[in-house]
Every structure is written in C-alpha cells, then in structure tokens.
C-alpha cells in the first residue's frame, strides 16, 4: 500500500473530542454518564439567529461568497470586535472563516516558514491545536508554562527568555482554555513592554472567550500602544452566541487579512453563506439571551468551584472566564493509587460515569506544577451537582 506522509501521521488532535467518541460508546452501552469533556454551549442557538438562517434560505442565499465573507458580516464584525476593544477596525481587515480554528493555521502558514526553524511561542497548558498546528506547519514550538501561584497566567520575564532570533509569532488566550485563567490589564503591559523590544514577532491574540469574562473588563493586547499592527486578532460566533456548528469565526490584521483571503480560497473558498447570515444577525441584533447566557454560565462557575473545593484532595482556582474549571488533583490521586491525572480520569470515566480531560490533553504536564483535569461547565446545575457529588464518593471509597 502507499504510505501516509509523516505530517499526515503524526498530526495532532483535539482531545476533547476523542473523550467524547469514549462517552458516546458508553451512553450506546446503556452507561449513565455526565459529562464534562466538550467546551460547547449547552444552550440552543437564539431564535432571532435561526430565523435569520432561514430567511437566507428562503431568499437563495445558497452559492459562494467572497472567500474573504459578506460585506455585511465583515462590517459587523469589525464594529463588534472595534467596540468591545475601544479600536477603529476597518472591514477591509476582517476576514471570515469556517470557525475560528482555521486561523490558527492560517497565521503559522503567514509568519513562519517550513523547515528553517522557525518558532512560535504558545501557551502551556493550552489549546492542543496550537501545538498541532505549529508542528503541521513545519515551525518549532516553544512552550510557555502557565502557573497555578499566578492564577494560571505566566511570568512576561520567561517570556523574554524564550525569545530567540528564529522567534516569529506569540500565541495568547485570554480567557484562557483550559484554565479559566484571564491575561489582565497590568499582566497585558508587562508583555507589551517585553514585546516592544522584540518588533519583528507577531501576536496571535485567540480571544473566542472574551465576552465570557467574569473580572473586570476584557482587554486585548491589540488595544495597547504600538501593538495593533502586529495583532491578529481571532474571535467567532461559536461561545457567545452558542452557534459551535455554525462555524463562523472572524479574524482582523490590517496586514496580514489579505494574506488569510488567499488561504480561505486555497482551503474552504468561503464560509457559509447562510451561516454568514445568521452572525450577522447574533452580532446585531438583540443581546439579551447571550447575557443570559454568561449570567447562567457565572453561576455555574460559582458552583461548581464552591463543590470542587470540598472534594477531598481536590483544590480549585477561581477561574475569571470561559467556562472551565481547573482544579489540581495532585493529592485525589495520591489518595486512590492514580499514577497521574489520566489514571484518574480514566477511572472516573468507568467506574464513576463522570467524563473529563486530563491535563495532558492540552500538551505535556508543566513540570512542579501537580496533576490537573478540566471540568466544562457547560452544563446544568443538577449535571454539576451530580457529577461532583460522584466524584466525590468515588475518592472517599477508593481512598487509601
């Protein structure tokens, strides 16, 4: 048989999902499970916004778009994002995608090129496409450990350490997934300070969650002095307005937008036409149940910390948005013989019916920092209080 290219094989994945195939055959076997493991909203998609999809049906809205999106999605786009970042964004620099994911890659395939040793700084633990991509893309990845005393932030300091010459692009999230973690704004001008004295290094600012913000008000990078330029800023549809499969992301650099036009034709040739429909109406039309939305997710925030933190060996930071817990597991694995945090969430999985990732799903463990797993609460207060509660029983039956 042919081969398979060494890219195609050891390309990465996104463990979340591999999580779900495992529940998904467990509920076909008659298993109760809760699950934690998705970063979806367990909302449905507000009705103005299905409406709108359905009048783009209705009205023949079914061929190509632009690759680069609507006129009029791109201008919404630009208001929204310019709005809640205090900047004048221009549409001719808002380029729409298939979800936000896509830009991930299409900003490595910018900045970097293949084989030559050039690197990109990601965070650590982090969103596994990241790491996949920069090694799909042929660039080097450079971790940037997040830290539990810095309520999952990191030090700008080893950040500057990590620069080197063949430094090409930063990756920042805020809020931050897995962690919950928020970048904030003194935390923001210590890194822009850093960045200053390194020009030639573009930002990849993958702020998906930045209407999910729990402390204070959001801030983007892109909103500091001399930073604009090299920003690309990547927001979408998905969380805010619980649109996950619509797949409509929006991405804006004043610079590199025409470059991410020629990817999209190379790749989807457009996002989709009706879904680019449907956003324009979450992003101008009424906003009540996206508040409703991040209310209900705070609560469930307040939760299930306050539960977490009465598990035994279980210890859970106060995430700032997003909707992810957290919380170290260091000492519930000592207690039930679990080697590591996947020992447990394996155990959990089959043997208490609760599903969650472990933290070396999101890239390899940050040394000193413990054992960690990620809780989504994307979910009902009875499913948190439940799973808690199991998980709980599982570690006092189990302990040793």
């Known amino acids: 048989m042919p081969a398979i290219s060494r890219r195609s094989a050891e390309l990465g994945t996104e463990n979340a999902f591999v999580v779900l195939a495992e529940v998904n ?18 909302f449905h998609t507000p009705a103005n916004i299905q409406d709108a999809a359905i009048r783009a049906i209705r009205e023949g809205r079914h061929g190509y778009t632009p690759s680069a999106g609507i006129a009029e999605l791109r201008t919404a786009a630009a208001a929204d994002m310019g709005r809640l970042r205090g900047l004048a964004i221009d549409p001719e620099h808002v380029v729409i995608g298939a979800g936000a994911k896509p830009f991930i890659a299409y900003t490595i395939l910018s900045t970097t090129d293949y084989g030559v040793g050039d690197e990109v700084i990601y965070p650590n633990p982090g969103f596994p496409i990241y790491e996949s991509q920069i ?41 931050h997934n897995p962690t919950g973690g928020i970048l904030g704004p003194k935390h923001l001008a210590d890194i822009a300070s850093v960045l200053r004295r390194h020009p030639d290094i573009w930002i990849f600012a993958d702020e998906i969650y930045s209407r999910l913000l729990y402390e204070g008000e959001f801030t983007s990078i892109a909103s500091l002095p001399d930073l604009y330029e090299r920003t690309i800023i990547s927001d979408g549809a998905s969380k805010t307005w619980a ?98 945090s996947e020992e447990l969430r394996k155990r959990l999985l ?28 994307a979910a009902s207060n009875q499913a948190i209080e439940e799973g808690v509660a199991r998980m709980a029983e599982f570690i006092r039956s189990n302990g040793r």
């Open 135 to 175: 090694l799909a893309c042929g660039a080097v990845p450079v971790p940037l450990y997040l830290r539990e005393a810095r309520d999952f932030a990191f030090d700008p300091a080893e950040l500057e350490a990590k620069i080197t010459p063949k430094t090409r692009l930063l990756i920042l999230n805020s809020p």
């Open 350 to 377: 089959n043997e208490a019916g609760v599903a969650v990732l472990a933290d070396i799903h999101f890239g390899a463990r940050v040394p000193g920092e413990g054992q960690h797993i990620r809780f989504s609460y």
């Open 243 to 340: 649109m996950t499969g619509w797949r409509i992301g929006f991405a804006s650099n004043p610079i590199l937008a025409p470059q991410f036009v020629r990817w999209v034709t190379n790749t989807d040739s457009c996002a989709s036409h009706i879904s680019q429909w449907a956003a324009v109406e979450a992003l101008d039309g009424p906003q009540e149940e996206p508040r409703n939305m991040r209310a209900s997710f705070l609560a469930r925030r307040d939760l299930i910390v306050g539960l977490l933190n009465r598990v035994p060996g279980v210890s859970c930071k106060l995430p700032g948005g997003a909707f992810y817990a957290w919380p170290n597991v260091t000492e519930a694995c000592r207690r039930i013989g679990a080697k590591d």
């Open 25 to 42: 055959e467990l509920l076909r076997q008659g298993k109760n499970i809760i699950s934690f493991c998705i970063g979806q909203p367990d």
